[in-house]
Nanobody, 120 residues
C-alpha cells in the first residue's frame, strides 16, 4: 500500500491543524494505521494509532485530549486532527500502515512525511 501524507504547515501555539494520509494500492481496510512524528535529535515516536475498523484508538500521553485520529475506509484515508498545538508538537509527521494497532507493532508501509511547525 502506498501512503501520501499532507496537511502540514506553520501555525501558532494554540492553533489547530488537520493532517490527512491517502492510501492507494492494497485494500486499505486491512491495515491498522498510525501517525508518528520525528523531532530533530529525537527518535521517531508514534502519537496515535487506529485499528482496521476504527473502533480502537491509542494515543501517546503527550497528545491525549488534544489529538484525534480517525479513518474513512471508503476513502482510504486516515486523519489526524491536532488541537491546542504546542511548540513541542513541531516535527515531521508520518503516516504508517501495519497489521496491529499498537505503538510497538511493525509497520511495513510509510508515507513520505509532512512537516508541522508550531511557533510560540
Amino acid at each position: 500500500v502506498q501512503l501520501q501524507a499532507y496537511g502540514g504547515g506553520l501555525v501558532q501555539a494554540g492553533d489547530s491543524l488537520g493532517l490527512s494520509c491517502a492510501a492507494s494500492g492494497r485494500t486499505f481496510s486491512r491495515y491498522a494505521t498510525g501517525w508518528s512524528r520525528q523531532v530533530p535529535g529525537k527518535e521517531r515516536e508514534f502519537v496515535a494509532v487506529i485499528s482496521q475498523s476504527g473502533s480502537s484508538t491509542t494515543y501517546a500521553d503527550s497528545v491525549k485530549e488534544r489529538f484525534t485520529i480517525a479513518r474513512d475506509n471508503a476513502k482510504a484515508t486516515v486523519y489526524l486532527q491536532m488541537n491546542s498545538l504546542k511548540p513541542e508538537d513541531t516535527g515531521v509527521y508520518y503516516c504508517a500502515a501495519g497489521n496491529v494497532a499498537t505503538f510497538r507493532s511493525v509497520y511495513d508501509y510509510w508515507g513520505q512525511g509532512t512537516e508541522v511547525t508550531v511557533s510560540s
